[in-house]
């Protein structure tokens, strides 16, 4: 069984950074896509970046251009986002995803498309 476990989350000011981590067990890690989604209270969850198999290639969402980055460690098993420049409208659960894909499609941002879901970590952008 494939089982995502966020971390890193937590309260930062506005224009302050946070690094999000997410570890991945029970799986073959570096066969999965990953990404990273958010949702804010009252709203969709929102796709924010995905990463390649071997993390080679990204894709961001509009909320995530030049100010997010997303990587991963195959080694370890783990993928990151990496928050800078946030703002009070970044406040949200964020939630990191893998895919089985045959393709090694990457570029995915509807939620339905990813198979395993992480329980989420809150980050709240605040002064």
């Known amino acids: 069984q494939v089982q995502l476990v966020e971390s890193g989350g937590g309260l930062v000011q506005p224009g302050g950074s946070l690094r999000l981590s997410c570890a991945v067990s029970?799986?073959?890690?570096?066969?999965?896509?990953m990404a990273w989604f958010r949702q804010a209270p009252g709203k969709e969850r929102e796709f924010v970046a995905a990463?390649?198999?071997?993390?080679?290639?990204?894709y961001s969402g509009d909320s995530a251009k030049g100010q997010f980055t997303i990587s991963r460690d195959n080694a370890k098993n783990t993928v990151h986002l990496q928050m800078d420049r946030l703002k009070p409208e970044d406040t949200a659960v964020y939630y990191c995803?893998?895919?089985?894909?045959?393709?090694?499609?990457?570029?995915?941002?509807?939620?339905?498309?990813?198979?395993?879901w992480g329980q989420g970590t809150q980050v709240t952008v605040s002064s």
């Open positions: 990463i390649s198999r071997r993390g080679g290639a990204t």
């Open positions: 995803a893998a895919r089985t894909s045959v393709s090694g499609r990457y570029a995915v941002t509807q939620v339905y498309e990813y198979d395993y």
């Open positions: 029970g799986g073959t890690f570096s066969t999965y896509p």
